[in-house]
């Protein structure tokens, strides 16, 4: 309305005082009426646009603007007014939608980066357009160099390359990763999956740890059967004999007493078995039951110095010396399964006495750590273990000398039960070893665990 309003106002305007001053003719008054019109119209157009120069000033100035800088409309009249604040609200509600849309693109993005599954985004030409801190870690890639690279010319394991040339893409392949060395393996699982219209979907997987426990399984089994086929076989052989074959009485009860060696064997090695399946499946023992650690020791005392006095006497040498600590340095009580632990303490002690030479010394000590806490530690001056096996003892069924492990009655799996007590009850095992001046063996409690008297 006001478009039109200013131009016929001016020639009203006009028309009026060319009649009105100078006594015009008729025509005369049209003229200046048209001059007038004229005249309003064009300062309307003038006006006009420099309200929309003003207001398009006003929007690239807010386009290039930071989201967060406030930039009021100009003050303007009618429809542009109206323009202005529909234009305000427009661009209020788009930039709150970009803000919602970035937020939800970098948590999508912070979930990729959190995953340990490793991502890449190609596009068509094999160019990486994205991928995470897993797949960097996978492949020895950059997140910021990398970006526009052709994938095969970075991942160029030959294997790679065949199975993305080929674009087969319904199964996956398995390889090594460029970090990977013979004393730590990286294996991956790489599957690649097209979208969109060209693009593909980069997932690769570390499955060393699937890979270590599926090793360790079929150790397992194959060493249990192993552990087992061979007093087996001995019985059987035995039995065979004894069925088979007039034996004389002192013969007859050599045979008993080696089959009851093997029977007791297998014994020993289904109750560790037992035992260890035990420890994996019960929830680690809490604070509730406190137990003085006088009490597990003269447990290992009496459990040492009778293993002792059997190895003495098998073998007809001289006993092992066993020192153990005074009864001043075990005023202190300690939280957990008293069992558990007993049977960690024993054990321990009786590895050294089986794999020390008779007449040897064995110190077991109890003292306080600068923490807070106490480590239990078995000293021997046995043969000692060389450094290359320091790291696999507490393996199942892992053994120096799986001869002298075997005549020594061991199943091979008391380190392995020791480890397991000992993480239940928060602690950690430290060995130290030097081939020809013996062990020694430290179990370190945290300080939660333990309450001086």
Not at 121 to 146: K, P, Q, V
Not at 210 to 215: G, P, T, Y
Not at 351 to 360: F, L, M, S, V
Request: glycine residues 8%; positive net charge; proline residues 7%.
């Amino acid at each position: 309305m006001n478009r039109l309003l200013a131009p016929i106002l001016c020639l009203l305007v006009c028309a009026g005082a060319v009649g009105i001053f100078w006594d015009a003719p008729p025509i005369a008054v049209s003229l200046g009426a048209l001059i007038g019109g004229a005249l309003g119209l064009l300062a309307w157009l003038f006006w006009d646009d420099w309200r929309a120069t003003l207001l398009i000033d006003w929007l690239r100035r807010l386009q290039n603007a930071p989201d967060d800088t406030p930039l009021p409309p100009p003050r303007l009249s009618g429809v542009w007014r109206m323009t202005a604040e529909r234009l305000t609200r427009l661009l209020r509600q788009q930039r709150q939608q970009g803000k919602r849309f970035s937020r939800r693109l970098e948590d999508i993005r912070d979930a990729l980066h959190a995953s340990p599954n490793g991502v890449i985004m190609l596009n068509g030409a094999g160019r990486i357009r994205w991928l995470n801190r897993s797949a960097c870690r996978h492949f020895g890639l950059d997140e910021a160099r990398d970006i526009a690279q052709t994938v095969t010319h970075l991942l160029r394991d030959p294997i790679f390359v065949a199975y993305y040339t080929q674009r087969d893409f319904s199964h996956g392949i398995t390889l090594n990763s460029p970090f990977s060395t013979l004393g730590r393996p990286l294996h991956l699982t790489v599957h690649i999956y097209p979208y969109g219209k060209r693009s593909l979907l980069i997932l690769s997987q570390d499955t060393t740890a699937i890979e270590r426990n599926e090793a360790m399984r079929r150790d397992f089994v194959a060493n249990v059967s192993h552990e087992l086929r061979t007093p087996l076989t001995v019985l059987a052989g035995f039995i065979e004999t004894l069925q088979t074959l007039p034996l004389a009485e002192s013969e007859r009860d050599d045979y008993l007493a080696r089959m009851a060696r093997h029977a007791a064997r297998m014994q020993n090695l289904v109750g560790d078995l037992l035992l260890l399946s035990r420890l994996e499946a019960s929830p680690p023992p809490g604070f509730e039951q406190w137990t003085p650690i006088r009490t597990l020791l003269a447990a290992c005392v009496a459990e040492a110095q009778a293993l002792a006095a059997v190895a003495a006497k098998a073998s007809g040498a001289a006993q092992h010396v066993i020192v153990f600590p005074p009864e001043a340095e075990l005023d202190a009580e300690i939280a957990g399964s008293a069992d558990e632990l007993q049977s960690a303490f024993i054990n321990l002690a009786n590895n050294a006495i089986r794999y020390t030479p008779p007449g040897g010394r064995i110190e077991i000590r109890w003292t306080p750590t600068p923490e807070g806490g106490a480590a239990f530690a078995v000293q021997d001056n046995g043969p000692g273990i060389a450094p290359e096996h320091l790291p696999r003892l507490t393996e199942r069924f892992y053994r120096v000398d799986s001869g002298r492990s075997s005549e020594s009655g061991g199943t091979g799996l008391g380190l392995s039960i020791v480890k397991h007590v000992l993480q239940r009850h928060d602690a950690r095992l430290k060995i130290h070893s030097t081939p020809g001046a013996g062990a020694c063996f430290t179990v370190v409690f945290p300080a939660d665990r333990i309450c001086r008297i």
